[in-house]
């Protein structure tokens, strides 16, 4: 219940670096990876670490936090059964 769900866009400068950009030609490429930045979901990193450290990790030399998603699934599989015997309780 402590965690909530954004949408968020990366930013550019972590997607492709600006020297990276500069010797790319291809315009339609960049559209592209312009594109895929954009509208992306998930959770704080910083909000998970409170609760699942495990998941999360953070590079020092970029000060960038992530989340490994796939070791959140047997915590909500886990959840999802937990819930189902409240249901079936009440």
């Known amino acids: 219940m402590n965690l909530k769900g954004v949408k968020y ?5 972590y997607m492709i670096s ?9 315009e339609k490429y960049l559209e592209k990876l312009e594109k895929e930045r ?6 704080i990193a ?3 670490e409170k609760f699942l450290p495990e998941v999360v990790f953070y ?3 970029t ?11 047997p ?3 886990e959840a ?7 249901i079936k309780t009440l």
Do not use: C, F, M, W
């Open 9 to 13: 866009d990366i930013k550019k400068e």
């Open 18 to 26: 600006p020297e990276l950009e500069a010797k790319i030609k291809d």
């Open 38 to 43: 954009k509208n992306e979901i998930g959770l």
């Open 46 to 48: 910083q909000d998970v």
């Open 59 to 61: 590079d020092d030399s």
């Open 63 to 73: 000060d960038i936090y992530g989340i490994d998603y796939t070791r959140i699934v």
């Open 75 to 77: 915590v909500l599989i």
């Open 80 to 86: 999802i059964k937990e819930q189902q015997v409240q």
